[in-house]
């Protein structure tokens, strides 16, 4: 169950440092962003989530910050653990009429013990 | 555990065939959503049900069909199989009030679909 995209790109840090995982949306009209997580062979599980009308979110030893300005998404993993290691998902939704959630390409975290 | 399930996790069938993936939603959702993942085309919308009835359609392709029925339970079917539909396909739910809030979907682990 694991997304391996032959593209996709790579973030390696070491145990205990801090992440940041970037992502570009597409549509200036959406206004709902998660994030999600996934590990191999299981599906996405939701990570954290923010409104446009908000630029910055907080949850357990994660952050998300918006930019509507560049259409930027950053996911921000404080003390990255092994745990973590997983391929990581921005979604928007556009589509209010829908609740449906367009996902980007996704960016793998390894964490190096 | 997300309370989304999924049957078959495996289904290993040949080109031509039809098969039927099976999605029960979390206790109380109303909406069931789903997703083909492949190497390729990462997370791609298929199609989302709402109380029975189709809501909103992505790249679907004709021979894919999907229904919800009235316990809630979703199912997704392909037919006339080629080797690229081979991919996992996820189910999703929320509880979608129907207001058009925007809320967080909540994924199934994933049928696994290889076509020889």
């Known amino acids: 169950g694991e997304s391996v995209g032959l593209h996709l790109p790579t973030l390696s840090v070491q145990e205990g440092d801090n992440s940041i995982i970037n992502c570009a949306y597409s549509n200036s009209a959406s206004d709902y962003f998660i994030w999600y997580k996934q590990e191999s062979g299981k599906g996405p599980q939701f990570i954290i989530d923010?409104?446009?009308?908000?630029d910055k979110r907080q949850g357990q030893r994660v952050t998300v910050l918006l930019n509507k300005t560049v259409k930027h998404l950053s996911l921000q993993i404080a003390a990255t653990q092994p745990g973590d290691s997983a391929v990581y998902f921005c979604?928007?939704?556009?589509?209010?009429?829908?609740?449906?959630?367009?996902f980007g390409g996704g960016t793998r975290l390894m964490v190096k013990p | 555990d997300s309370g989304v399930t999924q049957t078959p996790k495996h289904l290993i069938t040949a080109t031509g065939q039809r098969v039927t993936l099976r999605c029960s939603p979390r206790?109380?959702?109303?909406?069931v959503y789903w997703y083909q993942q492949s190497l390729d085309q990462g997370l791609q919308f298929l199609i989302q049900y709402y109380n029975g009835e189709e809501r909103a359609k992505g790249n679907i392709l004709e021979r894919f069909s999907a229904q919800q029925f009235p316990d809630l339970h979703s199912e997704l079917n392909l037919s006339s199989l080629e080797l690229g539909d081979s991919a996992l396909y996820f189910c999703?739910?929320?509880?979608?009030?129907?207001?058009?809030?925007?809320?967080?979907?909540?994924f199934g682990s994933g049928t696994q679909l290889s076509v020889l």
């Open positions: 999703a739910s929320s509880v979608d009030t129907g207001q058009a809030t925007n809320e967080k979907l909540f």
């Open positions: 206790s109380g959702d109303l909406s």
């Open positions: 923010i409104r446009s009308n908000m």
């Open positions: 979604a928007e939704n556009f589509n209010n009429a829908g609740n449906m959630l367009t």
